[in-house]
């Protein structure tokens, strides 16, 4: 009984896909590694026109057509 303790590394690294489909959305579009949960944050608020002060790239102009 108890907790787990982690005995490895400070840190974990988490990668996560990111999809999108539909129309405007570049095909075939890798964007390799992109640092940070703040690019999707980031890049969903300037898609909607959201102003937002968020760390991240902005991936839009990646992304759209």
């Known amino acids: 009984q108890g907790t787990l303790a982690w005995t490895g590394p400070g ?4 990668y996560v896909p990111l999809l999108m489909a539909g129309p405007g959305v570049k095909k075939n579009n890798g964007l390799g590694t ?3 949960f ?3 944050a980031r890049t969903i608020c ?3 026109e959201i102003p937002a002060k968020l760390d991240g790239q ?3 102009g990646k992304i759209l057509e």
């Open 11 to 14: 840190r974990t690294r988490e």
């Open 46 to 48: 300037s898609y909607f």
């Open 38 to 40: 703040g690019a999707i």
């Open 58 to 60: 902005d991936l839009a």
């Open 34 to 36: 992109v640092l940070g």
